[in-house]
């Protein structure tokens, strides 16, 4: 005779946890030995490598062994915080990955709706497939072709704005402080731009069609449409994909500062990961290298965190 129903429950619910556990186990063993690899390689290449921390508390010479190094507590860090070379990079860093972030942002969420207010198909997937080509391309040919742009001699940019009249002789882009970061910033965007509104047109396309049509009804244009429909209904993926991006803030960027870079412009250009190069790895200071890196990882934690429990506040979508 078949048990009822309550009785089921009630035995569930009394049922030992560690027996439910295991039962679990049993019937999503398939899943775990299938997650097993991925678990070994996370654990090998993104949690054993924490111990090298240990080099920002110590004064690291690779001669040495783990035990014979000499330990100095937070020498380094005091270093960095003290030193003006580092909150000058550090002022450069968080200023660049500013502009890019909110750079990328506009462009790309500018970009996605209207593109998706072109109705010609074929005319909007060849703009599409042109805006993703960048994205492809090394840092070296972008800086490559940025530079030849820029050049004094024949570069395109002086060029027109000479035949426009907004100029009268060249401006030497790359030789003015003045002038990087914002070169940076629309090199980003120059590259990143059509790859970055991909996620906000696959949030436009979940929209409900019916939305639009009864705007329409009520008179709305495509701007209305645009303001009151579209934007409020990718809100939450922008609100997600900032959270994310604000745990990048010291990630402003290693090649194209380090490529455009050149030594008028040093005070502005260099970044933090420049700066691990040239003062940590080129002269042997691995654990003011390691501190750096700790620095930048805590900061991003930090902001995450801050960044969802703000929008956890407000009722917004959040990330964790």
């Known amino acids: 005779m078949a048990k009822p129903v309550d009785t089921i429950a009630v035995e569930a619910a009394i049922q030992p946890k560690k027996t439910r556990k ?5 019937n999503q063993g398939q899943l775990m030995w299938m997650s097993l690899p991925v678990l070994i390689y996370v654990m090998l290449f993104s949690y054993y490598p924490i111990w090298g921390w240990t080099m920002a508390f110590q004064n690291y010479k690779p001669a040495k062994s783990f035990g014979e190094q000499e330990w100095v507590g937070l020498k380094q860090f005091k270093f960095l915080f003290t030193d003006d070379s580092f909150l000058r990079v550090l002022r450069n860093t968080i200023g660049m990955s500013a502009i890019n972030m909110v750079l990328g942002f506009v462009t790309a969420i500018v970009f996605a709706i209207l593109l998706n207010e072109v109705k010609n198909k074929l005319f909007k997937r060849s703009i599409q497939t042109i805006s993703y080509l960048p994205h492809f391309l090394s840092w070296i040919i972008v800086t490559g072709i940025v530079a030849t742009s820029l050049s004094v001699d024949g570069g395109i940019v002086n060029e027109v704005l000479m035949k426009l009249g907004i100029i009268h002789e060249p401006i030497m882009w790359l030789s003015e402080p003045k002038y990087f970061w914002g070169i940076v910033g629309a090199s980003h965007v120059w590259k990143e731009v059509g790859w970055n509104a991909i996620i906000y047109l696959a949030a ?20 209305h449409k645009m303001w009151y429909i579209t934007l409020p209904g990718i809100k939450s993926i922008v609100i997600i994909l900032l959270i994310m991006n604000l745990g990048w803030i010291l990630e402003a960027g290693f090649e194209v500062q380090y490529l455009l870079g050149n030594g008028v412009v040093v005070d502005w250009s260099e970044t933090i990961d420049i700066f691990v190069l040239k003062y940590g790895l080129k002269q042997g200071n691995y654990s003011l290298a390691t501190a750096a890196g700790i620095f930048k990882t805590v900061v991003s934690i930090t902001l995450i965190y801050a960044a969802n429990t703000i929008a956890k506040r407000f009722g917004e979508e959040r990330l964790i």
């Open 22 to 26: 295991s039962k679990r186990f049993k």
């Open 204 to 223: 436009i396309t979940s929209i409900d069609p019916s939305l639009y049509e009864a705007a329409e009804i009520d008179g709305a244009n495509r701007y």
